[in-house]
């Protein structure tokens, strides 16, 4: 729990009910922080609070914020009802918690997983716009006009996409390598734009997410990430709402 939570938003991440059914349990005069009723919308609380339902302890869990390194094979969902694995039995632990945004089966790299509903919906917001950094195996050799296509902006089925930081860093008997730094996060959208120029996608890795790199982090990995890590995350976000 961060200092100064509101109260409704943490009954709701204890799982008391949906928020707007906690405002209610609130005004009812149903909750106490330290002994005292509390029926103002506005009251936070602090950790170490000691926060009563009908006279019964509520405690959420935990917030946890985890970066995986993604493999392939690995579908990021929660729950695959096809049963192939997934990033949440990945990172295992006690509780829920939820991937932020997606990589594609066949994509490694970097992900976050985190039971903080509210940063994870912030983070995905299209205006939110962190910078993720791919790196991408393709087919074929991506010429300087490809480049320039890519840095300006294709055209796909859903739009153009945003102006995106492009460069070849290396080449495969087959193709070359090429770094792309994107912030928007459509579905496929690395892939979809370097197939819009002729350079299908043989192997796609995110190696970095906002400030966040997988340096030290082998295929499979995940960590816990610091508070000063999860404070930066939180300041871009809010930067990225405005
Ligand atoms: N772009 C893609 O095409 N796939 C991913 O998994 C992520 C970004």
């Known amino acids: 729990m ?49 926060v009563l339902l009908d006279g019964r302890p509520v405690a959420p869990e935990p917030l946890r914020y985890l970066l995986l390194n993604k493999p392939a094979g690995v579908v990021t969902t929660v729950t695959d009802p096809q049963g192939r694995p997934t990033v949440t039995e990945m990172v295992g632990g006690p509780g829920r918690l939820y991937p932020v945004g997606r990589l594609d089966i066949d994509t490694t790299g970097l992900l976050l997983v985190t039971n903080d509903g509210g940063l994870a919906h912030r983070l995905m917001h299209p205006s939110f716009g962190i ?7 393709v087919e074929g050799m991506l010429t300087r006009g490809d ?5 300006g902006g294709v055209l796909l ?26 912030h928007e996060g459509r579905k496929r959208q690395v892939r979809r734009m370097l197939a819009a120029v ?4 043989l192997k796609l890795h995110r190696r970095q997410y906002a400030m966040l790199t997988d340096a030290g982090m082998a295929p499979g990995d995940f960590r816990e990430l610091g508070s000063d890590e999860v404070e930066a995350l939180k300041r871009l976000s809010e930067r990225g709402s405005e």
């Open 131 to 137: 910078d993720k950094v791919y790196v991408a195996q």
């Open 198 to 201: 002729g350079r299908p996608v």
């Open 2 to 50: 961060m200092p100064g939570e509101r109260l409704q938003r943490y009954l709701a991440r204890a799982g008391v009910a949906a928020r707007r059914k906690c405002e209610e349990l609130i005004t009812a005069g149903r909750v106490t922080v330290n002994g005292e009723v509390v029926t103002e919308l506005g009251s936070r609380v602090s950790p170490g609070d000691e």
């Open 157 to 182: 089925e859903d739009g153009m996409t945003a102006p995106a930081r492009v460069r070849v860093v290396g080449r495969t008997p087959r193709g070359s390598i090429v770094e792309l730094v994107i």
């Open 147 to 151: 480049v320039e296509r890519l840095t």
